[in-house]
Every structure is written in C-alpha cells, then in structure tokens.
C-alpha cells in the first residue's frame, strides 16, 4: 500500500499552505507548460491519478470534458475535492494507485500531476492505464525531476550566491526518504530514461518530454522562480498509446 503521507496532520497542515494548494492551477509554476501538452478536453472520458483537491478535475470539467473521474488515496484530499466543486460535476475516489483496478478502454485521456514518484510498482501501473486507455487516447503527467529526487543533501550555497544541488548516487534507483514538510516522506527515484523505457516497452509513444523550467516573463513576474533554473525541478512527459 502507498504511504498515506497526505493524511498525516503534519505534512496536510504544512501541504495546504502551498501556492498551489492555496491557488490551484495558476499557483502551479509548470501548469502552462502541461496545459499545452493536453489534447482539446471537450467530450473527453478524463481520469485523473492522485487527484489532490481536484483542480484538473474542476478545469477538465470546465473544458467540455465528458467525463472525470479523481482518484486518490487520501480522504483529507478528496474532503477538500468534495468541498471545492460542485455536485454532479466530477466523480471522486478513494484510490490506492498501486493498487487500483482501471476499466479497461474507459477513458481517452489519462493526467497525474506530481503523483507517479510516490509509486514503488509505477510499471504495474501504467500497464494499467495503457490497458484503460482507448486507442489514440493520452496519458500526461508531471512528476518531480530525478535529479531533485536523487539528492539527499541541500544545496550548497556559492560564494557568488548561487545555489548548487548535489546528485547522490543518481542510477540507484529505489525510495529515497526525505524531509519535505514533515519529515519521513518516501519518494522513489528513477532515472529519465527509466521513465521513458517503460513507456515504450508498454506500447506508449512517447511525444513529448520536458525538463520544466521557469520562463523568462515567469521569473520577471517572481523573481524567486530564477532559482529553479539551478536544476530542473519537473520532468514532464506526453504519451500516445
């Protein structure tokens, strides 16, 4: 079973102060450029992995979306979920993502947003969503870059003031535990090309990849953004089955 980390009092607390808890989509830094990843959602059976307070959902289902269904595992997220829309719009779902059954051919386009890094049986899974997916249909998902899962050290502050990021052992893959908002927090580390391998040995073409960073009108409107050129912070990919 995953670990419940959004059900802890602890890192809910700390996780609903965020920007983009606070804010939605426009809180997220990355959220144009996944936007544009997307294919016109009108009419569109949508499912979204690890849903959180379903901002995707609520805009999916503002786009003309047919259908969308959130799964996550905890009950504090689909609470606020619940609460943040309106009834009969989007349907909510206490999930478990490394375990959960998908309908096979029910959906056309398949989201996850900082969620698969959570995922220790990540292949079972996309098996899964492959098999969910109807012909021609997309899976897009964002999930933090490996090379800001792999360090285990902070940053170390230059000289000049620049902020370099340390990469721990980047090939060993596996969970790497960290300190982010409450301490004991299990991610698990990949590499990119383990996530593009297993995309294509599924049958997945993969059309897009990025290694998100802020652009220049982004970081002229917040300037703390800069910081995120260090290293990239997303890795974001689109897929055709």
Known sequence: ??????????FF????????????????????ALRALLPAVHGLDVLDLGCGFGWFCRWAHAQGARTVVG???????????RELTAPGTVSYRRADLEEVALPAGGFDLVYSSLALHYLEHLPELLDRVYAALRPGGQLVFSVEHPIF???RRPGWLQPDGHRTWPVDQYLLEG????????PGVVKQHRTV???????ITRGFTVRHLEEWG????????QPELAEERERPMF??????R
């Open 149 to 151: 899962t792999a360090p």
């Open 13 to 32: 607390e700390g996780y609903r102060q965020l920007e983009r808890s606070r804010r939605g989509l426009e809180g997220a830094p990355e959220w144009p």
């Open 193 to 199: 090309s383990t996530y593009l391998n297993l995309l």
């Open 235 to 240: 890795l974001l990919v689109a897929a055709t």
């Open 1 to 10: 079973m995953s670990q419940n980390i959004y059900d802890r009092p602890d």
């Open 214 to 221: 802020p652009t220049d009108a982004q970081v002229a409107a």
């Open 175 to 182: 969970p790497r535990v960290t300190d982010w908002l409450a």
């Open 71 to 81: 799964l996550d595992l905890s009950e504090n997220m689909l609470t606020r979920a």
